[in-house]
């Protein structure tokens, strides 16, 4: 049974910091790209930042500079540390694990964790 398990949110203040961590089990880890997304009230889920499984990270625009993503194969681990928090931050966050099965179908093998939660307040 694959689980996503997502720890680290919470309370912050503008310009705070908080690191998410995301554990894996169930799946190879290592061949896995690792993804965070998040969905603030009343607007659509987005990709906020993705790691590879060779360790290429990429993020989303208004994140870039504040936010690392890194990933522990060791220990089946993702983490995203977010710096500089602003309200606009505040989400749930969720980690996403993604593998390609068949490249010309297009079929993917992916798994959610539940999320948590991450409010950026004054």
């Known amino acids: 049974q694959v689980q996503l398990v997502e720890s680290g949110g919470g ?3 503008p310009g ?8 894996a089990s169930g799946i190879i ?3 896995y790209a690792m993804g965070w997304y998040r969905q603030a009230p009343g607007k659509q889920r987005e990709l906020v930042a993705v790691i ?9 625009d208004s994140v870039k500079g504040r936010f ?3 990933r522990d194969n060791a220990k089946n681990m993702v983490y995203l540390q977010m710096n ?3 309200p606009e931050d505040t989400a749930v966050y969720c980690c996403n694990a993604v593998r390609v099965v068949d490249w010309e179908a297009r079929r993917v093998d992916e798994h959610w964790g539940q999320g948590t939660q991450v409010t950026v307040f004054s």
Do not use: D, E, P
Not at 16 to 23: F, P, T
Not at 52 to 60: E, F, I, L, Q, V
């Open 68 to 70: 690392t993503i890194s």
């Open 11 to 13: 309370l912050v203040q």
């Open 52 to 60: 590879t499984s060779g360790g290429s990270a990429n993020y989303a």
């Open 29 to 31: 880890f290592s061949i």
């Open 16 to 23: 705070g910091s908080l690191r998410l961590s995301c554990a």
């Open 84 to 86: 500089s928090l602003i």
